[in-house]
């Protein structure tokens, strides 16, 4: 049975979080047993923004083998319609899922790309609400208020971050392509990374999703990874980065030019019980 629908107002201030491998914006909603965290975060340009839910609202109606789902929700008035899957988890006692990029959706439900929905200020400029109309227990409506500023802070960080990172942000902003890894390759680099499953987890029956940022140099190997989120459990460790450093060859970003450029690219992924 489907739980009432709920609207949340604002109960704090937008709060700001730039950190070096992460940008992230949250803002609390209700008070009490409503009381609800939002949170969106990046991890650079081009992969879209992680949407987290945190609060007794953000249970998931049906949950496949008690750890995924799936969700849609509404950027209104006038912004897009999205879905994700979520991987769901606790924050405390507190149910929470974390949804590792949005995929916009037309008006007949069908998605728009396999592009992920991105922090594009201009499209925001005239919501104030965001509706998760499908996937958790009943409908919820966080009343946002004007979100652009929101966004273009969002966007402003995402480019430090290539910066720090020691890459050219100028050259990567017209990038005509990203760095991309054969798929043949990914599915032996998968299976290493399948067959090397931490003990632990494996004996708790534990899952993960992890987001690796590698950066990929001109001759398409990885010169640095650095593991960005774990969204299950702690028991996984920099297994996947040494892989991936080791054996990884990706076709390298091209420059505007068409020529071979340093860049970045977020690799995800997502153990399952063997």
Known sequence: MAADPVTLAPSSQWLVDFAPERCTIARQFGSGEDHTALKLSTVGPGRGFDLTLIGRHARIGRPEKGVYGHIALSFATGGPDAEASVVVGKMGRDPAFVAQGLVEITA???????????AEPERFAMIDRIE???????????????????????ERCEWQLVEEWGLD??????????????????????????????????????????????????????????????????????????????????????????????????????????
């Open 132 to 154: 998760f109309t499908d996937g958790l227990s009943g409908k919820v409506t966080l009343k946002t208020g004007k979100m652009d500023a929101v966004f273009s802070m969002l």
């Open 169 to 274: 942000a100028d050259a990567n902003r017209n990038r005509m392509s990203a760095p991309t890894l054969p798929h043949d390759d990914y599915v032996r680099l998968a299976t290493k990374v399948q067959a090397r499953y931490p003990a632990a987890a494996l004996h708790a029956r534990k899952v993960a999703t992890l987001q690796l940022r590698m950066i990929v140099g001109e001759d398409g190997r990885v010169r640095d990874c650095a593991i960005l989120s774990n969204t299950t459990t702690d028991e996984f460790d920099d297994r996947p980065c040494e892989i991936f450093r080791e054996d990884a060859v990706y076709e390298p970003a091209r420059g505007a030019d068409g020529a071979p450029i340093a860049s970045w690219v977020v690799q995800v992924i997502r153990y399952n019980i063997p």
């Open 108 to 118: 007949d439900g069908s998605a728009v790309s396999d592009d992920y929905l991105k």
